[in-house]
């Protein structure tokens, strides 16, 4: 292994061209984020293909979860090989190209999904989803060679406050043009599969003309399965050595498991505890893309000044205060019209939740993204990156499986706290990592790997 994988920490850098091509993956592919898991295809499988049984629509909520939880799984056994891969044969944007395909492909289907076709639902979801979120973990991997240590938190930044932005310019004109996700709708509402397929397929292509593949493949003489599994066993063994970074995703696993419930149930609490009007839950969708991008793009700029990590915490804190508000609408809306005398609704409060959560949602993804970005070596970018979206859907599984059981057992209300309790876990551990230290272990690594070659 005499080729290193990588450029240096000091060696070329990314134009701004090809840092904009980078960041307008995450433009694109919001589309799916929202517009399939957050806004549309969501609160449609849970009220229409599956629908009310009689039960609150817990047995929808549940296999809603179980899909996604399925999905996550997939990219937990699956992500850290295709990174080892990735990193061996230098073929990043190849992987990258492949996931976008799949996604496309898979998220047009859904368009096929009629009321009660649960398992053709659930099937394209769980497909899509791990297309979308191995897509997500291969972009990621591209960062620590867009720019200095010192700017990434402004580059990560820059690329989430893009992708909420493509996220507002999709779903705007899907809600619309398309409607609302009522069984009346259906036959409006069904292209919203189409629609985010198409809006992906086109608003990535300058991704793939711009960003470059930096990386030089490695000589091998085995079977790449087992060099991946080698390269896996490895990297498992030295993160012993990068203590930051495995205490760093352990609070993600935490972190992630929060937001992943809030991506995918936001809007379907919306619908079915706060019971908003079809006009409400539009604003509600301006209102979050408008605050995501602001706080992904102001506290990029924040956290290369006072230091990622502590950006990182406050974000968590955020957090704990949106789920608490959240969980606490109705209640407060009724105890302010009654303190005040006035005649306010649930989801008129629940909007200014929104901006807090909003808030928290862009700043804490971009922090996390930067942090592993300077934990990591970038020999093993990829491989890291890997672990990293192994961290994230390991979380998945955990909160959405979490929130879907015990929904089923207490009501979506009051299961929306076991958020607020990943959030303060997560606060815990990260109180162990230090950014210093795991910026400086990761140089070494690499002044020693280059050392030898």
């Known amino acids: 292994m005499s080729v290193s994988m990588t450029t240096p920490r000091g060696g070329d850098r990314a134009s701004r061209r090809e840092i904009f091509g980078w960041a307008m993956f995450d433009f694109a592919n919001q589309a799916y984020t929202l517009l399939i898991i957050t806004v549309v295809f969501g609160e449609l499988f849970t009220t229409v293909i599956v629908g009310d049984r009689g039960d609150d629509f817990r047995l929808a909520n549940l296999l809603w979860s179980l899909a996604l939880a399925l999905s996550f799984l997939l990219v937990v056994v699956t992500g850290p090989l295709c990174g080892a891969v990735m990193d061996y044969r230098a073929e990043k944007k190849r992987f990258l190209f492949a996931s976008y395909l799949a996604t496309i492909a898979t998220t047009a289907m859904l368009y096929f999904v009629e009321p009660g076709y649960v398992a053709l639902g659930f099937v394209l979801i769980i497909l899509s989803n ?98 991946a599994w080698q390269r896996v066993s490895t990297t498992l063994h030295e993160l012993r050595r990068f203590r930051d970074l495995g205490l760093f995703l352990t609070s993600v696993l ?132 890997g672990f990293w979206g192994l961290a994230n859907k390991l979380a998945g599984v955990i909160g959405i499986v979490g929130l879907g059981l015990l929904q089923a057992a207490v009501g979506l209300k009051a299961s929306i706290l076991l958020c607020a309790a990943f959030f303060i876990i997560a606060i815990v551990i990260c109180a162990g990592v230090n950014q210093r230290r795991g910026q400086r272990v990761a140089g070494e690594w690499e002044a020693r790997l280059d050392d030898t070659h």
């Open 130 to 227: 791990y297309a979308y979120s191995m897509g997500e973990s291969f972009i990621a991997a591209f960062l620590p060679g867009l720019g200095p240590p010192e700017k990434l938190g402004a580059i990560s930044g820059f690329g989430w406050a893009l992708g909420y932005v493509g996220g507002l310019v999709a779903a705007g004109f899907t809600l619309a043009i398309l409607g609302e996700a009522t069984a009346d709708n259906f036959e409006r509402i069904r292209w919203v599969g189409p629609f985010a397929a198409g809006f992906f397929l086109l608003a990535a292509i300058p991704t793939f003309v711009w960003l470059k593949e930096r990386a030089e493949p490695q000589p091998h003489r085995q079977p790449f399965a087992r060099i």
């Open 254 to 385: 935490f972190s992630m498991a929060g937001v992943y419930i809030i991506i995918a149930f936001a809007f379907i609490y919306g619908a079915q505890v706060i019971g908003w009007q079809e006009s409400t839950r539009n604003l509600m969708f301006i209102i979050v893309q408008i605050t995501a991008a602001a706080g992904a793009l102001g506290f990029g700029f924040i956290q290369d000044r006072i230091g990622t990590l502590v950006t990182y915490l406050m974000t968590l804190v955020l957090w704990v205060l949106a789920i608490l508000a959240i969980w606490a609408t109705p209640e407060v809306t009724a105890w302010l019209n009654a303190t005040w005398g006035l005649d306010w609704q649930a989801e008129q409060l629940f909007l200014v939740v929104g901006c807090l959560a909003g808030l928290s949602l862009g700043s804490s993804q971009s922090a996390s993204r930067v942090l592993v970005g300077l934990f990591s070596p970038r020999q093993k970018a990829a491989e890291f990156f």
